[in-house]
């Protein structure tokens, strides 16, 4: 499989203004997204994950950073990097209700996303905007709705919609499902899973509900203030974490079923501000198997299984089979 | 007597511009001594007018048209303001959701719980404050002494749900209401504040009501768990018992809703919403949305029905089990 | 069309709206068709008639020189209306967009035009208005260009403070995915929900113009005698209160009055009908 983006070193700083603050939302991330996969992005508040998301579509300037979309760098923006971006990668929001203009119809909220396009002819653009919305299942008695008339999971669905007329092949879902009730939720990511069958997009998910990670994604990244600290496929992450946040993480999940227990595995302590962060590991503050080491070097990313990265100081690398035979 | 709070065809209308909106229909909750209750619903389901009302803080346009409260052998609802305020915040505490918008932003939170405090036991301010700041410790605050003098604003969301806590257990009361207690905080926050209420709960030996519209809370935290449905409770029993097998179609789709009982058999979903609490459906609430739904459902509503001694469920299709219990019917298994 | 037949019938809903709509109609009305209307040329001065008490000859009485006034009032409102009208819109065309800019852009931009509209509004308008006018000249034209000038940081605030609400809001962010210039954005995604505050303001604010111009001729130093303005009206015909011919000066009073309260009430209704959650 390919890899459809790549992240290097991406940075993104918010500078508070009036002080010499700055607010580090995300720190030095690297990862890549293949070419048809889900690849999760979990994080609690002050994570990044929504940042990572917005600097991948340029709606936030990076700070720093390389961002290559089907091998082309695209970290500057220009013209020529613009208009493929804007026209192969899309985003789904969270507030179903906010992320639609409250004076367009569903029809036009669609369709205005296709006029940027000025080649295409309005024929073609109208059958677009009718299969976008027969895909997400709006029926036609619902295309001169406003937002305010439409329940919150056809909101969300008129958001889907919007993203995937120009038919992209790239879309960043930020936490598409967390405003919504149980049962909507479950529609919904029916929806996106038959959409990513159908047409094969390539989907970010950025989420902090981590069963609904774990069901819809098939490689994953957790966050915490603004740096990944431990990534690998599902699988690897949940079953076999290693990063004691990881740790914390999926041990504070209630699982909907009283016979698998919570572990007691916690964090001290609340999340610090992303303001001035200190040296060393992020979460030493926090972390039960903290050490001096831990306050003072950034700990190193390692490889602990193929494909399983962790940042931490205690984290053992996998012995790569080629190195014994040849070391 | 057992049963701490007893709740019988609870009623609570709003009465608004384009009509009544009937938002707590004919409600039936109990709760024992010790017990923990988790109360699911989703949104507009009526769960925190519900817990309003037991406490009677519902204000117009919205009234509690009729129903009985009764809390340990006295009907609530039966007493005036001033009786009433011995039960609430002394025998009843509430910790809601949101927890800066409950709190009065102009004062200090040691002084806030102080007052509560005051409000229910005889002495004075500095005792009360003294009091405050042992209850800001005990729900996990650091530097409680410090913390006591900070205004709402000047609180994270986790410190200010905490500073809730402490407001509803300061007069150590029999019964807490947690209503949607942990909406909003992060995952590992969350955590740390149920640990926190189980063990306050547990220590006290006091019984909780938490209403949430999360299964894995209730799942992991409480003994007993009631669905609600358009302000009716439409199921209720214990929990393994419900996780294992739920009975009313509501239940049955959310819980198949949740990603990890997706799995490969895609079960079919429900479409539509709840309806609309001003123009409800005919008998069954439930019934246009039912799988199951006879005539019988459109026309004569169900009536809590127990199939087993400690299970009930409010749907037609269990008529008929007789005493000796037997909760599965063919039809839905 | 579909869209006036919605007016249409949120209008007959609101009977508030619906007056406030008929007076506007008829200072419209009166001001298109004041030469059928008027039985009297507004500028003719008849010495023998002067100072008649109302009647059927003169259903408002007449003036000093003798000019009847009921004409007079019908041809003023071709001035009153005319001046505060042109002067909100253009007020707006020159408040809104800048408002748009300044809310969307910030930084330098948006420090600058708010400083400058603070200046502007800072000093008393009716001050300002006259000093404009006189330094200008007295005409219709600049009356009109002053209080266009004056009013128009009004505009630029509220669409600012709607924008600056909005903008950060994800269907803005979604029309950047979309590929939208940001000229783009601002007219069609933001301006459509900035304009209510300032719409509704704006009806009001005619009312406010045609105080401002009876202010200015009040004091002279509005539209020239003998051209007929419910405010000069006023004033030429206030020594007239003390000798009991109080008509002088109560019709044209009553004139602006109503005028004012027409606008007042149709802006109450705007903010009703211009909710987009008005089903």
Known sequence: MKNLLEIESLTKLFPISGTKDVVSAVNNVSFEIREGETFGLIGESGSGKSSVGRCLLNLINPTKGVLRYKGMDYSNFGKKEESIIRSEMQMVFQDPYYSLNPRKTVWDTVEDTLRVNKTLPEGERKTKVSEALDKVQISRNDYEKYPHQLSAGQQQRVGIARAIAPNPKFIVLDEPTSSLDLSVRAEIIDLLVKLQKEDGITYLFISHDLSTVQYLCHRVAIMYLGKIVEYGTVDQVFRNHNHPYSKALLASVMKADPKIPRSNYRLSGEIPSPINLPKGCFLASRCPEAEDKCREIEPPLIEVEKGQFVHCHHAKAYEKIENKIYG | MNQLLKIEDLHTYFYVRKGVSKIVNGLNLSVRKGELLGVVGESGSGKTVAAMSIVDRVRTPGKVVSGKVIYQGTDLRGLNESELRKFRGKEIGLIAANARGNLNPLIKVGDQIADVYLAHNKGDLREAKQRAIEMLRAVGINGAEQRANAYPHELSGGMAQRVMIALALINSPNLLIADDATNGLDVTVQAQIMDLILDIVEKRKASGIFITHDLGVVAQCCDEIAIMYAGQIVEKGPVTTFFEEPQHPYSQNLLNSLPERRGKEKKILLSGGLPNPLELPSGCLFHPRCPYATEKCRQEEPSLVKVSENYSVKCHLFEGITEEGGIVDEKLA | ?279
């Open chain 3, 1 to 279: 069309m579909k869209v006036f037949g919605d007016f249409w019938y949120a209008l007959r809903q609101s009977k508030g709206g619906l007056a406030g709509f008929i007076i506007i109609m008829i200072t419209l009305l009166m001001a298109i068709f004041a030469p059928i209307i008027a039985p009297y040329h507004p500028e003719q001065a008849v010495p023998e008639a002067s100072r008649l008490a109302p009647s059927f000859d003169h259903l408002f009485g007449t003036d000093e020189t003798g000019m009847d006034i009921f004409s007079r009032v019908v041809y003023a409102a071709r001035i009153d209306v005319t001046i505060a009208v042109v002067s909100t819109i253009f007020s707006l065309l020159i408040g809104v967009p800048i408002g748009l800019a300044a809310g969307y852009r910030e930084g330098l931009f948006g420090e600058i035009t708010m400083r400058i509209a603070d200046v502007v509004q800072a000093f008393p308008v009716f001050i300002l208005a006259m000093a404009l006018v006189s330094i200008l000249g007295n005409n219709v034209q600049n009356i009109i260009f002053a209080i266009a000038f004056l009013n128009a940081p009004i505009y630029l605030r509220f669409v600012r403070s709607e924008v600056l609400s909005i903008k950060h809001r994800p269907f803005v962010e979604a029309a950047r995915c979309a590929g939208m210039s940001n000229i783009k954005i601002m007219f069609k995604e933001l301006l459509p929900n900035s304009l209510k505050p300032a719409l509704i303001q704006s009806s009001v604010n005619i009312g406010w113009a045609i105080m401002l111009t009876a202010g200015l001729s009040f004091i002279g130093a509005g539209v020239n005698v003998p051209t007929p303005e419910w405010g000069s009206m006023i004033s030429i015909g206030a020594p007239l209160i003390i000798t009991g011919q109080w008509w002088s000066s109560f019709f044209p009073g009553v004139a602006i009055g109503i005028t004012v309260f027409g606008y007042a009430l149709f802006g109450d209704f705007l903010r009703l009908y211009l909710d987009p959650e008005r089903s």
